[in-house]
């Protein structure tokens, strides 16, 4: 006769604290299990990559740490999620299986109703909880803000564990690290993972970081230290929004640096605005959300795109971020803004030929900030403005002493603070004893960043009566009524 078991199946939640299906485990008073998958068809997924597969392994590392003194662990299994219940269905009696619920993109969309499928056939309970006050099945926004409020300043889940006597036998799909050498290692580069370090994140911040939040933001450099750095821990579920809200709120500091705390706050709240977007219309991922912007014609020239994928544009700030992004993932908000603006309006390119290359890089990649975000800066949802960046502009406002710029294009570094924004204007006495890339002397398209015809395009639509419609309806879904 088969076991009785039940499981805890850990998706973008890889931490131990305030985490709903662990408490409700350890509430059913029966044996369970702590499972991760690394599922081949999303890994395969053009917005997965390897960083993302190395932070999510040594975050499960970490929590192993914390578990081991209640001898339990988090399992992992190299196998698609079907195929995976399909197997434990059959090998023990699976009464629940509980999670989160999980705001993916189609790909996940798709598993979850094969792993439902295969859970009432076997009349287990899936058992989803509501993940962080991003509501499924909204129709509008109406009553949203005080919900999202109501979450997070509700209790924080104070997790205890049993002592685990349940011993998991072998299966097909055990996970051997050794076998996967590039998840082992983990970059230097990239910011350590597991709760322990979202929480030394976090207080550092409300210790000291924070108080310079509004001052640094748009600033490619500065902000590396005085904005949060948490999005990738809340990305991956290090840590919850709720913790975050609270401990920024109760903090001694709060008082003394209120005007940047509740502007750090504010951004944690149009954090989950955006998934919000997301779970109502995961069709943000691979169309425009206001369908009268698919009639737009982009030029998408190859060679363009190729640059901009390596940053090698000859221009300075747009090469400096893509190139720190390719470093270590992370990048502040202005200057992720540009990188989409350029690819879009300046090179004219179809922002879907760049939108899983930005995934992949993102070390703090979250499907629902994503493409939702890159359709507003791509200017195709009809109910935002159309910001075009001038990356001159924006390097010479963010990073007049060049700290940015030289740190990432090493080739420039010998060039005058003054002069590194716009090197193709450099004369033959600026360059004496200097030698910069042929590409900073004349860049993949003219300086001057004159209007392009997309651009034209982009604002001409706004007149189109189906994107007059679409508008409209989007304004209904997903803007508060006032």
């Keep these: 006769m088969h076991e009785n ?8 939640d890889l931490r131990t604290f305030d985490h709903d299906p662990l408490f409700e485990a350890e509430q059913l008073g029966e044996n369970y299990i702590i499972v991760y998958l690394f599922e081949p068809l999303q890994m395969k997924h053009p917005d997965y990559s390897l960083r993302h597969q190395q932070f999510i392994y040594h975050s499960v590392k970490a929590l192993n740490k914390t578990l081991k003194i209640h001898n339990r662990e988090v399992h992992i299994f190299h196998t698609n999620a079907d195929t995976f219940f399909e197997y434990l269905t059959t090998t023990y009696n699976i ?22 499928k295969i859970l009432k056939d076997k009349k287990a309970k899936w058992i989803e909880f509501e993940n962080q006050a991003v509501i499924r099945g909204s129709k509008n926004r109406k009553g949203w803000d005080k919900y999202w409020f109501t979450y997070a300043n509700s209790t924080i889940i104070r997790n205890v564990y049993s002592f685990n006597n349940f011993k998991l036998l072998k299966s097909p799909f055990d996970f051997y690290i050794n076998d996967f050498p590039f998840i082992k290692k983990y970059p230097l580069e990239f910011q350590p993972a597991g709760e322990q370090f979202a929480h030394k994140y976090l207080n550092s911040f409300v210790k000291d970081r924070g108080k310079d939040y509004n001052r640094n933001i748009s600033q490619p450099e500065k902000s590396r230290y005085s904005c949060g750095r948490l999005s990738t821990y809340l990305a991956w579920g290090n840590i919850s929004v709720r913790q975050v809200f609270q401990t920024v709120k109760k903090s001694s500091n709060y008082k003394i640096h209120k005007r940047a705390f509740d502007s750090f706050l504010s951004r944690i709240k149009w954090r989950s605005h955006f998934i919000q977007k997301f779970e109502v219309e995961c069709s943000y991922e691979h169309t425009c959300i206001n369908l009268g912007y698919e009639q737009m014609k982009y030029t998408n020239n190859d060679i363009f795109l190729s640059k901009w994928l390596k940053g090698q544009t000859g221009f300075p700030m747009v090469d400096a971020s893509m190139r720190c992004l390719i470093n270590n993932g992370w990048l502040n908000f202005r200057m992720r803004a540009m990188l989409v603006s350029f690819l879009c309006h300046h090179l004219e ?8 290359h930005l995934a992949k ?19 195709v949802t009809g109910i935002n403005s159309i910001r075009v960046y001038n990356p001159v502009k924006q390097s010479i406002d963010k990073d007049p002493d060049a700290m940015f710029l030289k740190k990432w294009i090493p080739e420039l570094s010998s060039i005058d603070n003054a002069l590194i924004h716009e090197p193709w204007k450099l004369t033959e006495i600026d360059l004496i004893d200097k030698i910069i890339p042929e590409i900073y002397k004349q860049p993949i398209i003219s300086a001057k960043l004159a209007r392009t015809e997309v651009i034209k395009k982009l604002w001409d639509l706004r007149k189109n009566e189906l994107v007059k419609k679409e508008s409209k309806r989007l304004l209904s879904i997903h803007v508060r009524s006032k």
């Design 361 to 379: 890089l993102f070390l703090d990649y979250e499907p629902g900030i994503h493409f939702t975000q890159f359709q507003m800066q791509a200017g």
């Design 95 to 116: 009464k629940n299986v509980l999670s989160y619920q999980e705001s993916g993109t189609n790909n996940s969309w798709i598993r979850d109703k094969k792993v439902a």
């Design 349 to 356: 390119q179809d922002w879907k030929r760049g939108v899983y």
């Design 5 to 12: 078991l039940n499981i805890v199946w850990l998706k973008r």
